[in-house]
């Protein structure tokens, strides 16, 4: 199977009769979204358990079996039974380090080829990455297929590596475009990456990174938070097939993956409104509870860091500037708890601490009660 060579872009041909509908959709959904976004104060630590779950779910569609549930115990020190989902965790918790680490730089800089390297780096950090060129574009071929396979039997074959790096400055260059239509601009944009397919791996997980960078660059959304990978993951097949389409590199196929994307933007804008107020909305009833519960001045810092890390142990508050000491942090747990606003996900036993959670706000991010 020949390499595949992708198209220059920008791309010609694309029927937009058909797509005008959906850009407006979607754009209408993205600004609502954007209406709630722009009313936080502090939209890092208010929706840092969706980032967590973004993180999660993009992993999921490469394979990785950690939940979200998973994930925020493992960072409250409980360990998971299998070796390999300890792997999986540390790629989704290095997968929100990379998301958090983008974030920072784009406040200054533009987005670059140079970041997404870093990313990539931040991304693949630990065991599994050792042999995957961390950092770097790739230096040999590879392809997607069946794992184990060889590649007469891939199912897509990216570029030589000798030819990466003119795709990807014609790319980066189509990035920084000013186009009339930036929601068809980043489908253009995801796909061409993941054609291009620069890394030995990591490539789509850094693709659907790009999605919230590139909103918010292009001043879409007033913080770079915008969770697209739960629709791709409930649609991987459709996805996967959009992008093998691609490769006839006809216009009839780049328009039905457009029409795809901006059905995930609209949607997930939808859904990422949805759960965002209803994480302003617990907030909101949280705080008037806690403050009735303890009549603590303390109160409202607590919930912070409950929103921080909501699964934790008792040491959480430990080195968090402006918490009050030991004994009043457990005296305002247990009248938590008592309330039935924290629960109790792990009995301490011995030298193992009691683990417990802000169940609600959990429940919230996945969308159905798991704790
Ligand atoms: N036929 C295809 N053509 C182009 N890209 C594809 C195709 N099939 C899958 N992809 C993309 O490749 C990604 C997998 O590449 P990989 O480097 O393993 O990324 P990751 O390690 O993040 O999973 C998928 O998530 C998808 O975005
Ligand atoms: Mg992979």
Redesign the pocket.
């Known amino acids: 199977m020949q390499p595949f060579e992708p198209q220059q872009l920008p791309i010609d041909g694309i029927q937009w009769d058909s797509l005008i509908p959906l850009i407006g959709k979607a754009n209408r959904s993205l600004a609502y979204y954007d209406g709630i976004l722009y009313g936080l104060a502090n939209p890092d630590v208010l929706l840092s358990p969706l980032t967590t779950q973004e993180a999660v779910l993009s992993s999921k ?2 394979g990785t079996q950690a939940t979200l549930g998973e994930v925020l115990k493992f960072e409250a020190g409980e360990a998971p039974v299998e070796e390999s989902r300890v792997r999986d965790i540390e790629e989704i918790m290095n997968y929100r380090r990379a998301m958090r680490r983008a974030e920072e730089e784009l406040k200054t800089h533009p987005f670059s080829l140079n970041l997404l390297k870093e990313l990539h780096a931040v991304l693949l950090d630990g065991v599994r990455g050792k042999f995957k060129a961390r950092g770097q574009f790739r230096t040999t071929q590879n392809w ?1 297929g069946t794992s184990g396979l060889p590649i007469e039997a891939a ?2 074959v990216p570029p030589a590596p000798q030819n990466i790096m003119p795709h990807l400055d014609n790319w980066e260059k189509y990035y920084h475009f000013d186009r009339p239509d930036p929601l068809v601009q980043l489908a253009i944009i995801h796909a061409q990456f ?2 291009i ?1 620069p ?1 030995l ?7 659907r990174m790009i999605v919230p960078l590139f909103l918010f660059e292009r001043k879409l959304i007033s913080s770079p938070v915008f969770y697209i990978s739960a629709y791709l993951e409930r649609y991987r097949e459709e996805y ?1 097939a959009g ?2 389409g ?2 006839e590199k006809t216009p009839t196929a780049w328009t039905r993956w457009i029409g795809f994307f901006l059905r995930a933007m609209d949607e997930q804008s939808r859904e990422n409104a949805r759960k965002a107020q209803a994480i302003i909305d617990l907030y909101g009833r949280l705080k008037g509870r806690i403050i009735d519960l303890t009549h603590s001045r303390y109160a409202v810092p607590l919930l912070d860091c409950l929103f921080d890390q909501p699964v934790f142990t008792s040491s959480l508050f430990d080195d968090r500037p402006g918490m009050p000491g030991k004994p009043m942090i457990m005296n305002m747990l247990g009248r938590l708890k008592k309330a039935g606003i924290l629960k109790v996900v792990r009995e301490g036993s011995g030298r193992r601490p009691q683990i417990l959670a802000l169940a609600e706000l959990i429940n919230v991010c996945e969308g159905s009660d798991i704790i």
Do not use: A, K, T, W
Request: hydrophobic share 45%; proline share 0%.
């Open positions: 569609i490469e997607i199912q897509f993941e054609m397919h890394f791996d990591g490539n789509g997980r850094l693709g996967v992008l093998q691609l490769s």
